[in-house]
Protein backbone atom coordinates (compact mmCIF):
# COMPACT_ATOMS: atom_id res chain seq x y z
CA UNK A 1 0.00 0.00 0.00
CA UNK A 2 1.11 3.47 -0.77
CA UNK A 3 2.55 5.40 2.00
CA UNK A 4 2.73 9.29 2.61
CA UNK A 5 4.98 10.40 5.18
CA UNK A 6 4.87 14.14 6.94
CA UNK A 7 6.81 15.53 9.98
CA UNK A 8 5.31 15.67 13.13
CA UNK A 9 5.39 19.10 13.03
CA UNK A 10 6.60 22.27 11.52
CA UNK A 11 6.85 25.66 13.95
CA UNK A 12 7.36 29.26 12.45
CA UNK A 13 6.73 33.01 13.44
CA UNK A 14 3.66 35.22 12.39
CA UNK A 15 3.94 36.47 9.00
CA UNK A 16 6.46 34.11 8.01
CA UNK A 17 6.30 31.10 5.28
CA UNK A 18 5.59 28.02 6.60
CA UNK A 19 6.17 24.86 4.49
CA UNK A 20 4.41 21.37 4.88
CA UNK A 21 6.09 18.24 3.35
CA UNK A 22 4.13 15.41 2.43
CA UNK A 23 6.79 12.59 0.91
CA UNK A 24 5.76 9.66 -1.36
CA UNK A 25 7.66 7.31 -3.88
CA UNK A 26 7.25 9.19 -7.19
CA UNK A 27 3.96 11.15 -5.34
CA UNK A 28 4.36 14.13 -8.46
CA UNK A 29 2.54 11.40 -10.76
CA UNK A 30 -0.82 11.71 -8.03
CA UNK A 31 -3.07 14.14 -7.56
CA UNK A 32 -2.34 15.66 -3.77
CA UNK A 33 -5.28 17.19 -1.52
CA UNK A 34 -4.53 18.72 1.83
CA UNK A 35 -7.12 19.29 4.90
CA UNK A 36 -6.42 21.74 7.88
CA UNK A 37 -8.23 20.36 10.63
CA UNK A 38 -8.07 22.40 13.87
CA UNK A 39 -8.92 20.90 17.27
CA UNK A 40 -12.12 19.52 18.35
CA UNK A 41 -13.16 19.80 14.58
CA UNK A 42 -13.76 18.44 11.48
CA UNK A 43 -11.09 18.18 8.38
CA UNK A 44 -11.49 20.90 6.17
CA UNK A 45 -10.28 20.77 2.30
CA UNK A 46 -7.73 23.48 1.87
CA UNK A 47 -6.38 22.34 -1.80
CA UNK A 48 -6.89 19.65 -3.65
CA UNK A 49 -5.39 18.49 -7.24
CA UNK A 50 -1.81 19.86 -5.99
CA UNK A 51 -2.50 23.33 -6.02
CA UNK A 52 -6.35 24.35 -6.12
CA UNK A 53 -8.41 26.11 -4.02
CA UNK A 54 -12.07 25.05 -2.82
CA UNK A 55 -14.29 28.84 -2.39
CA UNK A 56 -13.55 30.57 0.33
CA UNK A 57 -9.90 29.56 1.11
CA UNK A 58 -7.73 32.32 0.99
CA UNK A 59 -4.62 32.75 -1.73
CA UNK A 60 -2.17 32.74 1.20
CA UNK A 61 -2.95 28.91 1.09
CA UNK A 62 -1.01 27.39 -1.97
CA UNK A 63 0.33 24.11 -3.18
CA UNK A 64 2.79 22.34 -5.15
CA UNK A 65 4.26 18.42 -6.30
CA UNK A 66 6.93 16.97 -7.82
CA UNK A 67 9.15 14.76 -7.82
CA UNK A 68 8.92 12.52 -4.20
CA UNK A 69 7.76 15.52 -2.16
CA UNK A 70 4.37 17.32 -2.05
CA UNK A 71 4.30 20.34 0.01
CA UNK A 72 1.60 22.82 1.53
CA UNK A 73 2.61 26.62 1.83
CA UNK A 74 1.26 29.03 3.88
CA UNK A 75 2.53 32.56 3.72
CA UNK A 76 1.94 35.25 6.25
CA UNK A 77 1.12 32.91 8.73
CA UNK A 78 -1.42 33.93 11.29
CA UNK A 79 -2.30 32.37 15.08
CA UNK A 80 -5.35 31.17 13.23
CA UNK A 81 -4.04 28.99 11.13
CA UNK A 82 -2.86 26.76 13.87
CA UNK A 83 -3.87 23.11 13.02
CA UNK A 84 -3.04 20.14 11.74
CA UNK A 85 -2.46 19.56 8.24
CA UNK A 86 -3.03 16.41 6.23
CA UNK A 87 -2.30 15.40 2.53
CA UNK A 88 -4.01 12.73 1.02
CA UNK A 89 -3.97 10.54 -2.38
CA UNK A 90 -5.81 7.83 -3.77
CA UNK A 91 -4.01 4.95 -4.07
CA UNK A 92 -3.96 2.45 -7.36
CA UNK A 93 -5.50 -0.23 -5.21
CA UNK A 94 -8.62 2.02 -5.26
CA UNK A 95 -8.40 3.87 -1.88
CA UNK A 96 -7.51 7.01 -0.01
CA UNK A 97 -4.67 7.34 1.44
CA UNK A 98 -3.30 9.99 3.88
CA UNK A 99 -0.45 11.00 5.31
CA UNK A 100 0.36 10.77 9.81
CA UNK A 101 -0.38 14.91 9.92
CA UNK A 102 1.98 17.68 10.61
CA UNK A 103 0.98 19.78 13.30
CA UNK A 104 1.35 23.75 12.62
CA UNK A 105 2.38 25.99 15.58
CA UNK A 106 2.94 29.84 15.30
CA UNK A 107 5.29 30.90 17.39
CA UNK B 1 -24.65 24.36 0.10
CA UNK B 2 -23.94 20.61 1.00
CA UNK B 3 -24.47 19.39 4.68
CA UNK B 4 -23.75 16.47 6.15
CA UNK B 5 -25.29 15.91 9.44
CA UNK B 6 -24.24 12.73 11.87
CA UNK B 7 -25.80 11.38 14.52
CA UNK B 8 -25.05 11.89 18.20
CA UNK B 9 -22.49 10.71 20.38
CA UNK B 10 -22.34 6.97 21.57
CA UNK B 11 -20.82 4.97 24.50
CA UNK B 12 -20.57 1.02 23.74
CA UNK B 13 -19.58 -2.42 25.62
CA UNK B 14 -17.09 -4.23 24.07
CA UNK B 15 -17.93 -6.76 21.77
CA UNK B 16 -21.46 -4.35 20.70
CA UNK B 17 -22.27 -2.79 17.46
CA UNK B 18 -22.15 0.70 16.79
CA UNK B 19 -24.56 2.62 13.94
CA UNK B 20 -23.73 5.70 12.75
CA UNK B 21 -25.96 7.87 10.26
CA UNK B 22 -24.72 10.78 7.94
CA UNK B 23 -27.40 13.39 6.57
CA UNK B 24 -27.15 14.73 3.27
CA UNK B 25 -28.51 18.03 2.18
CA UNK B 26 -28.08 21.09 -0.05
CA UNK B 27 -26.27 18.95 -3.08
CA UNK B 28 -27.12 15.33 -5.03
CA UNK B 29 -26.66 12.49 -2.67
CA UNK B 30 -26.67 9.39 -5.23
CA UNK B 31 -23.91 10.10 -7.30
CA UNK B 32 -21.47 10.96 -4.71
CA UNK B 33 -19.08 8.88 -3.06
CA UNK B 34 -20.14 9.16 0.75
CA UNK B 35 -16.93 7.54 2.59
CA UNK B 36 -16.08 6.74 6.53
CA UNK B 37 -13.18 7.87 8.53
CA UNK B 38 -12.38 7.77 11.96
CA UNK B 39 -9.67 9.04 13.87
CA UNK B 40 -8.87 7.88 17.52
CA UNK B 41 -7.76 10.10 20.20
CA UNK B 42 -4.59 12.33 19.18
CA UNK B 43 -4.33 10.12 15.93
CA UNK B 44 -4.29 10.90 12.45
CA UNK B 45 -6.83 9.96 9.95
CA UNK B 46 -8.07 6.60 9.25
CA UNK B 47 -10.15 5.56 5.70
CA UNK B 48 -12.82 2.95 6.72
CA UNK B 49 -14.76 2.61 3.23
CA UNK B 50 -17.06 4.18 0.95
CA UNK B 51 -20.25 3.98 -1.13
CA UNK B 52 -21.71 5.35 -4.24
CA UNK B 53 -25.41 5.55 -3.16
CA UNK B 54 -26.89 4.77 -6.94
CA UNK B 55 -24.78 1.58 -7.16
CA UNK B 56 -25.10 0.80 -3.25
CA UNK B 57 -21.80 -1.57 -3.84
CA UNK B 58 -19.39 -0.52 -0.52
CA UNK B 59 -15.88 -0.41 -1.10
CA UNK B 60 -13.69 -1.08 2.47
CA UNK B 61 -10.50 -1.12 3.82
CA UNK B 62 -9.17 -4.39 4.43
CA UNK B 63 -8.36 -3.50 8.13
CA UNK B 64 -12.02 -3.70 8.82
CA UNK B 65 -13.43 -6.13 5.94
CA UNK B 66 -15.85 -8.67 7.90
CA UNK B 67 -16.42 -5.92 10.58
CA UNK B 68 -17.45 -2.95 8.62
CA UNK B 69 -20.96 -2.29 6.74
CA UNK B 70 -21.38 0.93 5.02
CA UNK B 71 -25.43 1.39 3.16
CA UNK B 72 -27.07 4.31 1.94
CA UNK B 73 -30.72 4.75 1.74
CA UNK B 74 -31.30 7.40 -1.49
CA UNK B 75 -34.80 8.10 -0.11
CA UNK B 76 -33.63 10.20 2.95
CA UNK B 77 -30.29 10.79 1.38
CA UNK B 78 -28.18 8.83 4.41
CA UNK B 79 -25.43 6.76 4.64
CA UNK B 80 -25.09 4.67 7.60
CA UNK B 81 -21.51 2.85 9.06
CA UNK B 82 -21.98 0.33 10.91
CA UNK B 83 -19.10 -1.39 13.19
CA UNK B 84 -19.33 -4.48 15.07
CA UNK B 85 -17.57 -6.58 17.71
CA UNK B 86 -16.72 -3.27 19.57
CA UNK B 87 -13.25 -3.17 21.23
CA UNK B 88 -11.21 -0.33 23.27
CA UNK B 89 -9.19 0.30 19.91
CA UNK B 90 -12.49 1.12 18.18
CA UNK B 91 -12.56 4.56 20.45
CA UNK B 92 -12.85 7.39 18.13
CA UNK B 93 -14.31 10.21 16.24
CA UNK B 94 -16.16 9.07 13.22
CA UNK B 95 -16.13 11.01 10.36
CA UNK B 96 -18.40 10.97 7.25
CA UNK B 97 -17.41 12.61 3.95
CA UNK B 98 -18.39 13.81 0.59
CA UNK B 99 -16.01 12.23 -2.37
CA UNK B 100 -15.72 14.76 -5.43
CA UNK B 101 -13.87 13.84 -8.35
CA UNK B 102 -10.60 15.24 -8.88
CA UNK B 103 -8.12 15.37 -12.23
CA UNK B 104 -6.81 13.00 -14.55
CA UNK B 105 -5.14 9.87 -13.83
CA UNK B 106 -8.24 8.82 -12.34
CA UNK B 107 -9.25 7.36 -10.12
CA UNK B 108 -8.75 10.53 -7.84
CA UNK B 109 -10.70 11.59 -5.06
CA UNK B 110 -11.05 14.48 -2.35
CA UNK B 111 -13.41 14.85 0.34
CA UNK B 112 -14.80 18.49 -0.38
CA UNK B 113 -17.49 18.34 2.77
CA UNK B 114 -17.49 16.74 5.98
CA UNK B 115 -19.83 15.97 8.44
CA UNK B 116 -19.11 17.30 12.31
CA UNK B 117 -17.92 13.53 13.73
CA UNK B 118 -19.42 11.04 16.43
CA UNK B 119 -17.39 10.16 19.07
CA UNK B 120 -17.40 6.92 19.99
CA UNK B 121 -15.92 5.27 22.87
CA UNK B 122 -16.22 2.13 24.16
CA UNK B 123 -15.73 1.03 27.70
CA UNK B 124 -16.88 -1.70 30.04
Known amino acids: SYVLTQSPSVSVAPGQTARIPCGGDNIGSKSVHWYQQKPGQAPVLVVY???DRPSGIPERISGSNSGNTATLTISGVEAGDEADYYCQVWDTSDHPVFGGGTNLTVL | QVQLVQSGAEVKKPGSSVKVSCKAS????????ITWVRQAPGQGLEWMGGIVPIFGMPNYAQKFQGRVTITADESTSTAYMELTSLTSEDTAVYYC?????????????????WGQGTLVTVSS
Open chain 1, 49 to 51: DDG
Open chain 2, 97 to 113: ARGAVGQNPLPNLYFDY
Open chain 2, 26 to 33: GGTFNSYT
